[in-house]
Nanobody
Framework: QVQLVESGGGLVQTGGSLRLSCAAS????????MGWFRQVPGKEREFVASINWSGSSTTIRNSVKDRFNISRDNAKNTVYLEMNSLKPEDTAVYYCNVVTGTTPLFRSWGQGTQVTVSS
């Protein structure tokens, strides 16, 4: 199936910004709704945001909806997560997946990309 590779994470100060990218290996899921999730050790993975195939509809969890934005470029097979005004509690490994609603579709996850927000 399609391979998803996350990138763009890093270490930032509180209040900083990052843009994460999720690149798909092909165009098979160009019409699929894509989502971002995040996880810290010892806690469950949580939904962050999703975007439909056309980019016309997005869903963002309430805790970050005023600071994060999700977008996609189907020509590049890439989904983005723009994160602004980052807080230490945003620190996590961020993953992408095909989603149904806010539920991940693929059973296996990629490597993810680490986001660390220092205080």
């Amino acid at each position: 199936q399609v391979q998803l590779v996350e990138s763009g994470g890093g270490l930032v100060q509180t209040g900083g910004s990052l843009r994460l990218s999720c690149a798909a290996s092909g165009r098979t899921f160009s019409r699929a709704t894509m989502g971002w999730f995040r996880q810290v050790p010892g806690k469950e993975r949580e939904f962050v945001a999703s975007i439909n195939w056309s980019g016309s509809s997005t869903t963002i969890r309430n805790s970050v909806k005023d600071r994060f934005n999700i977008s996609r470029d189907n020509a590049k097979n890439t989904v983005y997560l723009e994160m602004n005004s980052l807080k230490p509690e945003d620190t996590a490994v961020y993953y992408c997946n095909v989603v149904t609603g806010t539920t991940p579709l693929f059973r296996s996850w990629g490597q993810g990309t680490q986001v660390t927000v220092s205080s």
